[in-house]
């Protein structure tokens, strides 16, 4: 394993907080007044030997998959890395999108992949464009990772891109993964997770940007049942499992989500305004100073030349975490 670095998240814990934070990404974070039952779920004891069953089964049961599908980790992040862990090895190369969240960058780096990027381009309002991965894509390619909505612009991939890359990436036996952990906070236009539309693709998501509960650290991916059982034997040498405390109050998050949804539309409007488009040729083209309308992103990138999103209304004061 090679010590690898991510600028942005040492930047994000050292940085000096301001009265009024806009550098946050997450949503406001919950009480356990938010949560019904939560006190009364609150038990040290427990066992959860592939992940917490009742959680497994919530997370199975909100995305109509089978529970041997579902793979629990500690926040996307934590299912990001050990999905780097359990598909990549010493020398392997990992194609990734450029701007990027710099976590996902060195969670390859740190299991000894070689990392290269295709580029999601401002002119082409960040859109991901399926004839330059495939141009990307070499021999030693094991792995493809994206962001849907695209962190740091906040743009949605076209299901036609998505279903392009399924085939291309099918057809060379690789596997895509696509780190969704905003998907939940789209406000029109949503998709379901790509890992239901093909098996090339692992999905990984959580509960914290969306709903307010980045301290719960629950996160999953979802994959086939193959991809699923190695990230599961991933997490047997990293962290074994979650809390117990924390994976019992998920599974009450879950019976909770329309009502903490309903809790994060409230500070939502503000954000649905589009922003004013940076060319006159592209309509569709994302500011790079703002959010795009249907979604909210975190405000990171790869370099520091990369467009940097402002923050929505649904940010925190606290760390960016996924």
Known sequence: MAFARAPYMEWARSRPRPDVDLAGSNLLACTLDDLPGARE?????????????PLVEAIANRYAVSTDRVATAGGCSGANFLTCAALLGV???VLIEHPAYDPLIAAAKMVGAQVTFFERRFEEGYAVNPDRVAAALTSRTRLVILSNPHNPSGVLASED?????ARVAGAAGIHVLVDEVYLDAVLEGGQAPAATRSAVFISTSSLTKAYGLAALRCGWALASRQIAQRIRRARDVVDVWSPMPSDRLSVIAFRNLDRLDARAHEVLPTDATPAPSPTASSRSIVSPLSPAPSSTPRPTSASPSAARPKNSARASTRSPVA
């Open 161 to 165: 891109s998505l279903e392009e890359i």
């Open 91 to 93: 020398g392997d190369e």
């Open 41 to 53: 779920a609150v038990r040290l004891e427990g066992e959860s030997p592939d992940g917490y069953p």
